[in-house]
């Protein structure tokens, strides 16, 4: 097997110091890492230096996706402590004559499985209705909630924020969170897990970005929980990824489309951005607006149609997202690019530092 399909061949070892905890004091105040694609060349500053890397006539794309509070908690039946975490964003049903409902599927933390029909109490305006048990421990659920709230200040009110699993704090998410844990950009509603590579940017930075001649558009890539997901696979090309919401707007296409004719680069904030923009590309190289479910799984060999620069964290070993980076910057690169970062003692992962990987 080549050694950029074998998963062992993107596993490294990481101290637990170089796990950010918290974000950066001020957004743009993380760290930068650039990589040149083509040279393999290095270099080290602080992420408001992106500037420096972008060129008049270039594009910036984001993810406008918007993290919602999908962590609940609450009680059975029994009294019993329970957690449900909501795997996407609840759809409203017809109301009921005495209250709201939303169906969605979750996942429950408990001493025990609930049975169908087990009604879970998670506020004093919100309740949760087993309905079925599927498969991968995943649970269909219908929230009941008070006619007079509507079901974005409902999630605001009773959930938190659903950091990942290796934000490991004894408090857990707080107020902060809330606000540092989305983009600037955000506004659509509806990922479990933010856009990392876009907590960088500040709205200061994003305006002088545009002043000097850099456009931008977004598209909307809802990030699910299977981003997490382990692959067990020892051949990467065996693993299935999972697949997420995505849309992209006539007019972000359209700009996307003139950048390219007329010699702009493509920069992707993230590798949700990415996966968005090659996977609404079609094989002449255009990108096609609309609304659909994403399952693209790209690795070492994938060809890049639209997708030029990169800004984007330091991911998890062994992960689909490393397989992404790799494609666009080659395994050997990338790997010893994050024994470097792990050495100069760079923050990894959701609320760590950035990379930038053009060239």
């Not at 890492?33 to 270039?58: S, V």
Request: charged share 20%; hydrophobic share 35%.
């Amino acid at each position: 097997m080549q050694q950029e399909f074998a998963l062992q061949s993107y596993n490294y070892t990481l101290p637990p110091e170089n796990i950010a905890q918290h974000p950066a004091d001020a957004r743009v105040n993380s760290r930068l890492l650039i990589l040149n694609k083509t040279t393999g060349k290095r270099e080290h500053g602080n992420f408001h230096n992106i500037i420096d890397l972008l060129n008049p006539g270039d594009l910036l794309v984001v993810n406008n996706t918007k993290v919602f509070p999908a962590r609940l908690f609450g009680k059975k039946e029994s009294g019993g402590k329970v957690e449900v975490f909501l795997l996407s964003y609840p759809v409203e049903r017809a109301i009921d004559p005495q209250k709201k409902q939303a169906v969605v599927t979750a996942l429950i933390k408990s001493s025990k499985r609930p049975k169908p029909g087990t009604t879970l109490y998670l506020g004093p305006e919100l309740e949760a209705e087993v309905l079925e048990l599927q498969d991968g421990g995943k649970v269909q659920i219908k929230l009941n909630y008070s006619l007079e709230k509507d079901l974005p200040a409902i999630l605001e009110k009773y959930g938190q924020v659903p950091l990942p699993p290796y934000i490991s704090r004894v408090e857990g998410s707080t107020e902060e969170d809330r606000e540092r844990y989305q983009t600037v950009y955000a506004k659509k509603p509806g990922a479990v897990a933010a856009p990392t590579a876009g907590l960088h940017f500040s709205n200061d930075l994003l305006q002088k970005i545009h002043e000097k001649g850099v456009n931008s558009t977004q598209i909307t890539l809802h990030v699910g929980h299977g981003t997490f997901a382990p692959v067990r696979c020892e051949d990467i090309r065996e693993h299935t990824i999972h697949r997420e919401y995505v849309s992209v707007s006539s007019a972000s296409a359209e700009i996307m489309n003139s950048t390219r004719k007329a010699g702009g680069k493509i920069w992707a904030v993230g590798t949700t951005t990415v996966r968005a923009i090659e996977f609404m590309t079609d094989n002449s190289g255009n990108v096609i607006p609309g609304n659909d479910w994403c399952g693209l799984y790209i690795m070492p060999g994938f060809e890049f149609k639209m997708v030029d620069n990169l800004i984007t964290n330091f991911h998890l070993p062994e992960s689909s997202l490393l397989f992404l980076v790799s494609a666009l910057c080659g395994r050997e690169s990338l790997m010893s690019t994050y024994q470097v970062a792990i050495a100069r003692g760079y923050r990894f992962y959701s609320y760590g530092d950035a990379m930038a990987i053009s060239g």
